[in-house]
Structures are given as structure tokens and as C-alpha cells.
T-cell receptor, first 111, second 113 residues
Framework: SQQGEEDPQALSIQEGENATMNCSYK?????LQWYRQNSGRGLVHLIL?????REKHSGRLRVTLDTSKKSSSLLITASRAADTASYFC???????????FGGGTRLMVKP | DAGVIQSPRHEVTEMGQEVTLRCKPI?????LFWYRQTMMRGLELLIY????????DSGMPEDRFSAKMPNASFSTLKIQPSEPRDSAVYFC???????????FGPGTRLTVL
């Protein structure tokens, strides 16, 4: 099964609201990454958080990591219509050099 | 700087035909990944290379799929013969170092009729 599982699978909010997406994984990780995918495009790297970090910020993005619960969350504050996309978490675990991607959360931000 | 370049962007072919997808990674990146994305199965890693050497091809679905990386700036993914179930979007990605951020190309949307 996949390492990263996002929750919820889909989220619909109004512009200006905050959006929170969660990711759970099964085995220990070196780091966890979040990516965005706009419809018909490739994935774009947003942020990387290492296993020894608990929180990281990048602009309107805030990522937390709880290794004891094997979970991470991505918070987008003051959402915009342009944030409409699918968001994926990806885990770098200790079995090789590849990332394992979750199924994604489809976010829709209504203007 | 140019990102990861993939060609073609769209490919429509008939069952049984050979399909070749191409990728140019970001210059200087030492890892190259091929993924396949479908609605049913999500994003799947097919194979990845490090310094042009295939490291893990356990995700390649079957012998009909093959991938090469003859040099640091070019890779191909070949499907021969193609089948309708191979219809998907195929992404190439590259990274500088192990476990680092991956940079994705725009993808090739493959339709096998």
C-alpha cells in the first residue's frame, strides 16, 4: 500500500478561508515533501520538511510533522482561486532513493 | 533556466504500435525518474536512474516497457507493443541528490486505441 495517504480526498472552500490537508504514512522517513499539481500539468515541489523538524513555513504555506503519529499537515492560509489544484505528500523513507506519493487531496477554492 | 523537458506532449497510437517517450532532465541533476499517472492507480514510479544507471525498475509493469538513459541529458521510455491499458500520463522528473525535491516535466498524455 502507499506510504502517504492524504485526507481528505477532496476539499471545497471559499476564497479567503484556510485549507488544511493531512498526510499519514506507515514507516520511518528521512523527509516528507508536499507537491501541487494543477490540472493537466506536472507536479510542482512546494516544501520539504526533515524528520527532525516539526514545523516549516513558506509564504502562505505551513507544514507540520509529527513523527510520533506518522503524520503531516499542510495549511494554506487566506486561500485564493489560484490555489485550486491537487496536493500530494511524498515520503522519502529509508528503502532506496525514491519518493512514495500519496493519492492526493483535490482542493477547490471558490471565488 | 529550462525545466524538465518531455516530448511529445500528446501521443495517440493504435494497439500494438511502439511508443517512445523522451525526457531531458535539468542540467546537473543526477537522478531521473519515470512515473505514470492514472485516475485508478494514482502516481506510480516506474523506474529511476542515478548517474545514468538504472537503479530500481521494479515498478515497470512488464517486459513491454523499457527505459534507457544513454547520457546525462537524455532518457527514453519505450512501450512495445502498446496496449489500451497503457493509456496514462507519463511524467519524467529529475533531482539533485537522493531524497531531494523532484522537478517534474509537463508530462506526455498517451492514448492507445
Amino acid at each position: 500500500s502507499q506510504q502517504g495517504e492524504e485526507d481528505p480526498q477532496a476539499l471545497s472552500i471559499q476564497e479567503g478561508e484556510n485549507a488544511t490537508m493531512n498526510c499519514s504514512y506507515k514507516t520511518s522517513i528521512n523527509n516528507l515533501q508536499w507537491y501541487r499539481q494543477n490540472s493537466g500539468r506536472g507536479l510542482v515541489h512546494l516544501i520539504l520538511i526533515r524528520s527532525n523538524e516539526r514545523e516549516k513555513h513558506s509564504g502562505r504555506l505551513r507544514v507540520t510533522l509529527d513523527t510520533s503519529k506518522k503524520s503531516s499537515s499542510l495549511l494554506i492560509t487566506a486561500s485564493r482561486a489560484a490555489d485550486t489544484a491537487s496536493y500530494f505528500c511524498a515520503t522519502d523513507h529509508n528503502a532506496g532513493n525514491m519518493l512514495t506519493f500519496g493519492g492526493g487531496t483535490r482542493l477547490m477554492v471558490k471565488p | 533556466d529550462a525545466g524538465v523537458i518531455q516530448s511529445p506532449r500528446h501521443e495517440v497510437t493504435e494497439m500494438g504500435q511502439e511508443v517512445t517517450l523522451r525526457c531531458k532532465p535539468i542540467s546537473g541533476h543526477d537522478y531521473l525518474f519515470w512515473y505514470r499517472q492514472t485516475m485508478m492507480r494514482g502516481l506510480e514510479l516506474l523506474i529511476y536512474f542515478n548517474n545514468n544507471v538504472p537503479i530500481d525498475d521494479s515498478g515497470m509493469p512488464e517486459d513491454r516497457f523499457s527505459a534507457k538513459m544513454p547520457n546525462a541529458s537524455f532518457s527514453t521510455l519505450k512501450i512495445q507493443p502498446s496496449e489500451p491499458r497503457d493509456s496514462a500520463v507519463y511524467f519524467c522528473a529529475s533531482s539533485l541528490g537522493s531524497g531531494k525535491a523532484q522537478f517534474f516535466g509537463p508530462g506526455t498524455r498517451l492514448t492507445v486505441l
